[in-house]
């Protein structure tokens, strides 16, 4: 009897493991619920699509974090080097930003969909569209899969639906109840690179402004976090990959109204607390009867200058000659340190990526596939795994997939 695999889901993760299952000879279907395929990987980087990060593996088994340990063996099979020359044996050029993110050279996350397409109809991945499954269910050696009023019989399902993050590509939790129907335990799903809310309501005067790279500071239950990178004002908080790398963090935690979490964020991490301070005195002495709000101008920009001076309790109309050692020296500690008190995420409806999912306890790190019913494996967001802003969650993608569909082809 052929041998055939069935996937759910034809995101990044879904393709992938297709690819793999398919390369190593089995019969692959991947059953989609939607019209077209990978309509989430089009959103990826802005619509840019970070396909990874350079870097050493044991660098993306640190910026894991707590789910270093499950991914480090699939992060071997499948490095972010690997990842680079799949793409390339396609032809997919890529290109590496100064930032170690890898993005395709035409900029297009539409591009990377379709390479993955051309080579899924290569190898003869058959892809049914507009197909809802309903349940999953194990019959002795092989799972029934009731879809659209019909039942297929296969011997290995790959689950590679998403999380619920961006409901709209079709991502709406839909794994989590095949995987509890299963047997499995689902780790409550939270938001993650998502905009945090804060209790302090003026941030909602700098609505769209960005800064370039800021630094921001947090303590959650005796656990400190440091991120950085590019952060911009929103209507009730902050939000950018320093905001968004915070909150895989945070999201634990939150919502925090009565005890809100405290956080430090550095506007000028390049410059070191001393040299700033030598650089205000100077600024100061050189233009004694500039505002203080005109002297911050030329390190910040002018409104958000205005609200700090505003909210922190100086006299922005004050010329610097005026300007006392003490409230220099409280101006230095803004600038280096202004306090946001967090207490809430945007809704994970609006998060970029799921932090929980599938228990990485129940299953095998080397295989993808469950501890608890054999012939089931786990591909991307739907596992409880998360990464950082930089292509870190792409990568796991692309990972466990290849994992999960070149050992779906030896089950059995």
Same mark, same amino acid.
């Given at each position: 009897?052929?041998?055939?695999?069935?996937?759910?889901?034809?995101?990044?993760?879904?393709?992938?493991?297709?690819?793999?299952?398919?390369?190593?000879?089995?019969?692959?279907?991947?059953?989609?619920?939607?019209?077209?395929?990978?309509?989430?990987?089009?959103?990826?980087?802005?619509?840019?699509?970070?396909?990874?990060?350079?870097?050493?593996?044991?660098?993306?088994?640190?910026?894991?974090?707590?789910?270093?340990?499950?991914?480090?063996?699939?992060?071997?099979?499948?490095?972010?080097?690997?990842?680079?020359?799949?793409?390339?044996?396609?032809?997919?050029?890529?290109?590496?930003?100064?930032?170690?993110?890898?993005?395709?050279?035409?900029?297009?996350?539409?591009?990377?969909?379709?390479?993955?397409?051309?080579?899924?109809?290569?190898?003869?991945?058959?892809?049914?569209?507009?197909?809802?499954?309903?349940?999953?269910?194990?019959?002795?050696?092989?799972?029934?899969?009731?879809?659209?009023?019909?039942?297929?019989?296969?011997?290995?399902?790959?689950?590679?639906?998403?999380?619920?993050?961006?409901?709209?590509?079709?991502?709406?939790?839909?794994?989590?109840?095949?995987?509890?129907?299963?047997?499995?335990?689902?780790?409550?799903?939270?938001?993650?690179?998502?905009?945090?809310?804060?209790?302090?309501?003026?941030?909602?005067?700098?609505?769209?402004?960005?800064?370039?790279?800021?630094?921001?500071?947090?303590?959650?239950?005796?656990?400190?976090?440091?991120?950085?990178?590019?952060?911009?004002?929103?209507?009730?908080?902050?939000?950018?990959?320093?905001?968004?790398? /915070?909150?895989?963090?945070?999201?634990?935690?939150?919502?925090?109204?009565?005890?809100?979490?405290?956080?430090?964020?550095?506007?000028?991490?390049?410059?070191?607390?001393?040299?700033?301070?030598?650089? /205000?005195?100077?600024?100061?002495?050189?233009?004694?009867?500039?505002?203080?709000?005109?002297?911050?101008?030329?390190?910040?920009?002018?409104?958000?200058?205005?609200? /700090?001076?505003?909210?922190?309790?100086?006299?922005?109309?004050?010329?610097?000659?005026?300007?006392?050692?003490?409230?220099?020296?409280?101006?230095?500690?803004?600038?280096?340190?202004?306090?946001?008190?967090?207490?809430?995420?945007?809704?994970?409806?609006?998060?970029?990526?799921?932090?929980?999912?599938?228990?990485?306890?129940?299953?095998?790190?080397?295989?993808?596939?469950?501890?608890?019913?054999?012939?089931?494996?786990?591909?991307?967001?739907?596992?409880?795994?998360?990464?950082?802003?930089?292509?870190?969650?792409?990568?796991?993608?692309?990972?466990?997939?290849?994992?999960?569909?070149?050992?779906?082809?030896?089950?059995?």
């Amino acid at each position: 009897m052929d041998f055939k695999v069935y996937i759910i889901g034809a995101g990044p993760a879904g393709l992938f493991a297709a690819i793999s299952s398919a390369r190593a000879g089995a019969k692959t279907v991947i059953i989609e619920k939607n019209t077209t395929v990978g309509k989430k990987l089009l959103l990826t980087g802005g619509g840019r699509c970070n396909l990874t990060h350079t870097g050493a593996i044991e660098d993306f088994v640190r910026a894991y974090g707590r789910a270093g340990r499950f991914l480090q063996h699939c992060l071997y099979e499948f490095s972010p080097e690997k990842t680079k020359k799949f793409f390339a044996d396609l032809g997919l050029r890529t290109q590496v930003q100064p930032d170690g993110c890898v993005f395709p050279v035409s900029q297009r996350a539409g591009e990377v969909r379709d390479v993955l397409v051309r080579e899924c109809e290569r190898v003869n991945v058959n892809i049914l569209y507009g197909r809802r499954v309903e349940k999953i269910e194990k019959k002795s050696s092989q799972f029934i899969v009731r879809c659209s009023g019909e039942s297929i019989c296969a011997h290995a399902v790959i689950i590679a639906t998403g999380g619920l993050s961006r409901p709209g590509t079709g991502s709406r939790g839909d794994g989590y109840r095949f995987a509890r129907d299963l047997g499995h335990t689902v780790i409550q799903p939270r938001p993650a690179l998502v905009p945090l809310v804060t209790k302090e309501k003026w941030v909602e005067g700098l609505a769209g402004m960005a800064v370039d790279c800021v630094r921001i500071r947090a303590k959650a239950d005796k656990k400190k976090v440091d991120t950085a990178g590019a952060m911009i004002f929103t209507q009730d908080g902050i939000g950018g990959p320093a905001a968004q790398d /915070l909150s895989r963090f945070l999201t634990d935690y939150l919502p925090a109204e009565k005890d809100p979490i405290a956080i430090l964020v550095d506007l000028l991490p390049g410059k070191p607390e001393q040299d700033l301070e030598r650089r /205000l005195f100077e600024e100061f002495a050189r233009h004694p009867r500039k505002t203080v709000t005109i002297v911050l101008s030329g390190f910040l920009p002018r409104r958000l200058a205005e609200v /700090l001076n505003r909210e922190f309790g100086f006299n922005g109309d004050i010329i610097g000659g005026q300007l006392k050692r003490n409230d220099r020296t409280r101006l230095l500690k803004v600038l280096k340190g202004f306090p946001l008190s967090v207490v809430g995420t945007r809704p994970i409806e609006e998060a970029t990526v799921t932090r929980g999912g599938v228990s990485t306890n129940e299953i095998n790190p080397k295989t993808m596939q469950s501890k608890i019913c054999p012939g089931l494996f786990f591909a991307g967001e739907v596992i409880d795994v998360d990464g950082p802003c930089g292509g870190y969650n792409l990568q796991i993608c692309w990972s466990t997939a290849v994992l999960a569909g070149c050992s779906s082809t030896e089950y059995g």
